[in-house]
């Protein structure tokens, strides 16, 4: 993209689309009955890099390409059932040996996968077995993988264990220690660990810091961590520095804190400090922002700073412009998207289909679905209810009928969103009877009912001008522990005609207000939205509470894209890897077992 010089910020950003349309054009604009449509020539057509391509091998020989083929129908064995010893153990019947290539190559491809429980359970194992030497190393990697999953009995045990047997106090054992009390919720003892290490050390490394700091903040201790942080970037004698990934843990939390301006400071104290700032770095300043004009500006200041858009950077500003209902920019950055060779997650297609769905533009809706399909990439509960929600906007109550039946035909559980969805689309034709229906069909189902669900249901009696059931309604919500919202009220003051409705009226939502301390101090009907963690758009519209709680998770998952210090980020390229890339002829058994404490130990 061509960026002209004069051009400030702001018009730059406005005219981002435009400038992208015009140079490849994709999109035409018309007014049809007074409400933007967008008709798209050639919309999302499929690329050519988005075609999966099964690899081509060059192995050795035909020895080495039945080792490469058993090793990786072992690999999904074990990722099936979950569990490694079983298979390994069949393993060595029918070999009578495991080579060590093949046992190290195992435990770093499941450490790049994330499987710490299996990682541990393999180690374990070994430890067993006679003709496995187990070395320091081999207990540094158990240590650390106890840290991972947040066991600080067993990460205990093993760093007794190696005291006992006079190996030498190590960064990575005390740091994976800190790391299990942390995400066991230690805080305390997670902290004890870090100010000992201190003040007797060993000394503490970076990735010691970024734990540390990422413990804090999760526990909501966002003065301790601030200070750790202060105190490290004003040591002179520090033998390091805050790096990138510190500096993204405190922008992040003070995201959290609700502190802006001090998140936008800091933002600019890298470039100050001289830490480079990556995709990550900006996209944290992006998930701030609730104006689309104000997203554009970051994301145009990532561009002219050399800096590549992610998949999330997109994905934002998708969102940005979807939420603010320009359904042609937000195609428009999707299609560019693609042509930068970015794949788009699931993430990005359901931002999308929710920019089309709060329109009601339900062809272009539709052409989203499949084009998820067609790309391999699987639609989720969220997918589906955000095309009903789609329907329901367009008014084609029977195309939102015959979609839930097909999301249950396809496996999927529906949820109080989904529900909650039709209801509302019901609610919007004054037909009382089938919301009821609805509701009904969701209790038998056991899919508890949340503030909004009521809130709909009053709604709808509202339109019947039937105040006595939308008392009903209310004393219910209250009954189940829920806060009446501002829209509940409203309807129950509305439809209160005679001095007794009113006063009636006046004193429930009087008491409301009165029992407020109470109800926030009790324990209120939790939702399990196990089976759709993400809604967006529409769905969000009749439930401000959840939206504003989903916003920020989806904050903390785009922060937390490409945090993690120790894991490694190109996981998707590996996906066809064999065992070759750690058997080659140049690299020794030393260097092999070394590169599963690279990242660990800060080396």
């Not at 190996?167 to 230690?186: D, W």
């Not at 056991?446 to 503030?451: L, W, Y």
């Amino acid at each position: 993209m061509e960026v002209v010089a004069s051009q400030s910020l702001l018009s730059f950003s406005s005219n981002l689309c435009k400038a992208k349309v015009y140079r490849k054009p994709c999109l035409q604009s018309v007014k049809t009955n007074g409400s933007l449509e967008v008709v798209a020539r050639g919309m999302l057509a499929p690329r050519k890099f988005m075609q999966r391509r099964k690899k081509e091998e060059v192995f050795k020989d035909a020895a080495d390409e039945m080792e490469q083929k058993n090793w990786r129908r072992m690999m999904r064995e074990i990722e099936e059932q979950g569990c490694a010893v079983p298979i390994l153990r069949v393993q060595r019947t029918k070999a009578q040996a495991l080579p060590r290539d093949l046992v190290l190559g195992t435990l770093v491809r499941f450490k790049q996968l994330k499987k710490w429980g299996i990682v541990g359970e393999i180690l374990e194992w070994l430890r067993s077995q006679h003709w496995w030497e187990f070395s320091e190393m081999d207990f540094l990697m158990l240590i650390t993988a106890y840290g991972k999953t947040g066991d600080f009995n067993r990460a205990e045990r093993v760093l007794k264990y190696m005291n006992k047997k006079g190996y030498t106090p190590s960064v990575i054992s005390h740091t994976a220690l800190m790391e299990a009390y942390g995400r066991a919720g230690q805080c305390s003892k997670a902290e004890g660990i870090f100010r000992r290490m201190k003040s007797s050390g060993p000394e503490p490394s970076p990735l010691t810091y970024q734990i540390i700091l990422k413990t804090f903040v999760e526990a909501n201790k966002f003065e301790e961590a601030e200070a750790v942080f202060q105190n490290l970037l004003n040591e002179e004698r520090a033998s390091f520095t805050p790096d990138q990934k510190m500096f993204h843990m405190m922008i992040y939390m003070y995201r959290k804190a609700g502190n802006y301006s001090q998140a936008r400071k800091t933002f600019s104290q890298m470039a100050e400090k001289g830490i480079p700032q990556s995709a990550v770095t900006f996209n944290s300043l992006m998930s701030f922002e609730t104006s689309y004009k104000e997203v554009s500006s970051i994301y145009d200041q990532m561009q002219r700073s050399g800096i590549k858009p992610d998949v999330v950077s997109y994905t934002l500003l998708i969102s940005a412009y979807g939420k603010a209902r320009r359904e042609d920019e937000a195609l428009a950055v999707f299609e560019e998207m693609l042509n930068a060779g970015v794949r788009p997650t699931r993430k990005a297609y359901n931002v999308l289909l929710d920019a089309f769905a709060i329109s009601g533009m339900l062809q272009e809706a539709k052409t989203v679905f499949k084009s998820m399909r067609r790309d391999k990439v699987s639609p989720d509960l969220c997918s589906y209810a955000t095309m009903i929600s789609a329907y329901v906007n367009a008014s084609d109550m029977d195309g939102a009928e015959k979609f839930f039946r097909r999301l249950k035909e396809d496996g999927l559980k529906p949820n109080v969103i989904v529900y909650g969805t039709l209801m509302k689309g019901y609610a919007k034709t004054n037909n009382i009877e089938r919301v009821m229906r609805v509701y009904e069909r969701m209790r038998m189902q056991g899919v508890e009912s949340n503030q909004a669900i009521y809130t709909i249901i009053m709604d709808s009696y509202g339109k019947n001008s039937d105040f006595e059931s939308a008392v009903v309604w209310f004393k219910e919500m209250r009954r189940r522990g829920l806060s009446p919202d501002q829209k509940a009220k409203n309807i129950l003051l509305s439809l209160a005609k005679t001095p007794e409705e009113q006063e009636e009226a006046n004193e429930l939502v009087i008491n409301e207000g009165s029992d407020l301390c109470e109800l926030m101090t009790s324990k209120p009907n939790e939702v399990d939205d196990s089976n759709g963690a993400e809604t967006t758009g529409d769905l969000s519209s009749f439930d401000e509470n959840e939206a504003k709680a989903h916003h920020l998770e989806r904050t903390i998952e785009y922060l937390y894209i490409g945090y993690n210090s120790d894991e490694d980020e190109d996981d998707d390229e590996m996906e066809d890897e064999g065992l070759d890339f750690i058997s080659s002829e140049e690299k020794e058994e030393l260097s092999l077992a070394k590169k599963l404490f690279d990242s660990e130990s800060g080396n």
